[in-house]
């Protein structure tokens, strides 16, 4: 563009019909100023382009008076304002600045000595055609501008549709990929448990019979025997929780107020936890009753708020917080906490997964497959220092969720509410 109006200037200057200093220095200027205009910020804004406006037209006027008045053959020149002023401004604005434009050009008509000059009638026709050529031509590009305008904003408006189609994609495979993990695994999970039973059951007869049978004076006999039996207590409990992963949820949704799930919630672990952490609720009026699994959900909380108040240091706070969006629920669970490390972020729903060193991994997986279950998502946001928020998203609806079959095929069980971890 610099290099157009350089070369425009510099031909107007050299095959123009006038050679004066004043010309090819008004020439030169427009042209220059037309390059800077675009280059500067302080030009982009309502203002500027007004200003830009003003100074172009006073440059063309100073060469159309430098060179004859209203005889002068750069009456065209008027172009230049009105043609860089329609894209950028509205239709209205458009014809206001080629009215003052034409006008400014007919103003040259106070400079002509009316005692020795006059203007014949074929020349009035043609000073009323060049009026009224400067509207009409800023009219039609400012048409020509809205139309491109209008088809970039079509253009920016599916290429945003795409990249939220693209993200709804990338987080489907996700899920899918989550999904086929959780298959593999808990198809393993069952299968390894069921095998671990039969021999944590027969350690634990043997560990009982071993404590009947020692005598009282073999006193470290008697607590190897306690100790191996109440370790095969925590295995087997440990195994069960496997199985818990491994069948599919028996989801049975009922319509129900989902601020007395999380009250309820919040009083189980404020009675497990007392006096760590502060636990605020901020609940929205405009979420009313719709259709959810308390119990499965009430689970979901529980983890989540165990989670948060664990990763708070003492005397913080967590917050509880819902509000309705188009047609979902959103729950956010927010802490004060040290945060989760980026690296991280992507593996925390993977079973097995923990960065606790008595953790086992399973919780935030059966959460994520719970609110999967819901036809929902679930999300984290987390900066190092500066804590997380879980963001739980729920259907706004009274329609019961689906239930698919797990890959295991074993039988559906209820779900018990159990520790979690990261």
Known sequence: MAVAWLLFSGLMAVLGPYHTPTAISLLLAIGLFQIVASRLASFRSTSGQVASFAITLVLCYLLMYSTGGIESSYYWMLLVPVITAAPVFSLLGTLIAATVAAGSYLSLLAFI??????????????????????????????????????????????????????QQLLEAEAVVRRTERLAAIGQMSAGLAHELRNPLGTIKTSAEMLTRSVSSESAIAKEMAEFISSEVDRTNTLVTRFLDFARPLAVRPQRGDITQVIDRTVTDVERNYPGQVSIYRNYSPDVGLFSFDPDLIERVFYNLLVNAVQASPPRSSVTVKTRLEDDTVEVSIIDRGSGIDPKNLESIFNPFFTTKSQGVGLGLAIVSRIVDEHGGRIVVESEPGSGSVFRVSLPYSEVPPVTMPNATGAPEVSVERSHTDH
């Not at 031509?137 to 599916?158: D, F, M, P, S």
């Open 113 to 166: 000595n009316w005692k020795t000059q006059f203007i014949p009638p074929d020349q009035v026709r043609e000073l009323v055609f060049r009026g009224l050529t400067l509207p009409f031509l800023g009219y039609l590009t400012n048409q020509l501008a809205e139309g491109t305008r209008a088809e970039a904003r079509k253009a920016q408006a599916a290429a945003e549709q795409l990249a939220v189609a693209n």
